[in-house]
């Protein structure tokens, strides 16, 4: 009976047995709300606050986080912000404040947003001997149309530069209110 030896096999594959070539594992892609590592790095800043002998990193952070309109894009967040508020900066760039830490804060562009969704930018200060620092980094899940190309994204990198450097101006002054 020559057909009488396949039934095992089919048994055995319908009970889960045996089974046919594995199939290749999906790249895993990196978690972005976490950190740039392994996603599309867009850019990073760095910016004297000056000194503030009497000031931490944690206070020039919550006069930012406690006082937003000092943000120079603020637009229709409230005064103050907290992780997982949802807002539109100014233009009517809709975002989500996804963290806020001891010495930084960091938010996701939601869709609407004129950049695309989906790019985390976090503020993060340090002190060194009184000399306060302001970092900020941008990176994206993946590039999207503007922030893909090559002259959308030059114009938002200078754009950029030049917005966090008027918040740089602002905290060096209200960083002596922390």
Same mark, same amino acid.
């Given at each position: 009976?020559?057909?009488?030896?396949?039934?095992?096999?089919?048994?055995?594959?319908?009970?889960?047995?045996?089974?046919?070539?594995?199939?290749?594992?999906?790249?895993?892609?990196?978690?972005?709300?976490?950190?740039?590592?392994?996603?599309?790095?867009?850019?990073?800043?760095?910016?004297?606050?000056?000194?503030?002998?009497?000031?931490?990193?944690?206070?020039?952070?919550?006069?930012?986080?406690?006082?937003?309109?000092?943000?120079?894009?603020?637009?229709?967040?409230?005064?103050?912000?907290?992780?997982?508020?949802?807002?539109?900066?100014? /233009?009517? @760039?809709?975002?989500?404040?996804?963290?806020?830490? @001891?010495?930084?804060?960091?938010? @996701?562009?939601?869709? /609407?947003?004129?950049?695309?969704?989906?790019?985390?930018?976090?503020?993060?200060?340090?002190?060194?001997?009184?000399?306060?620092?302001?970092?900020?980094?941008?990176?994206?899940?993946?590039?999207t149309d503007c922030t893909g190309g090559a002259f959308c994204n030059t114009v938002n990198r200078v754009f950029a530069f030049g917005t966090w450097q008027v918040l740089a101006k602002t905290l060096r002054f209200?960083?002596?209110?922390?």
């Open positions: 009976m020559p057909g009488f030896a396949a039934v095992p096999v089919a048994l055995a594959l319908c009970a889960g047995l045996l089974t046919g070539p594995a199939a290749p594992a999906a790249a895993a892609r990196p978690d972005c709300r976490a950190g740039p590592a392994g996603c599309y790095d867009l850019y990073t800043y760095g910016y004297s606050l000056g000194l503030h002998p009497f000031t931490g990193a944690d206070d020039v952070r919550e006069q930012l986080t406690d006082h937003f309109w000092l943000f120079p894009v603020s637009g229709g967040c409230a005064g103050r912000i907290r992780a997982g508020a949802r807002c539109e900066l100014l /233009g009517g @760039n809709p975002v989500e404040v996804e963290y806020i830490g @001891n010495d930084f804060f960091q938010i @996701n562009t939601l869709p /609407g947003h004129q950049l695309g969704r989906g790019m985390h930018i976090r503020f993060a200060f340090s002190r060194t001997l009184g000399f306060h620092t302001l970092t900020v980094r941008a990176w994206q899940d993946r590039p209200s960083a002596y209110a922390a």
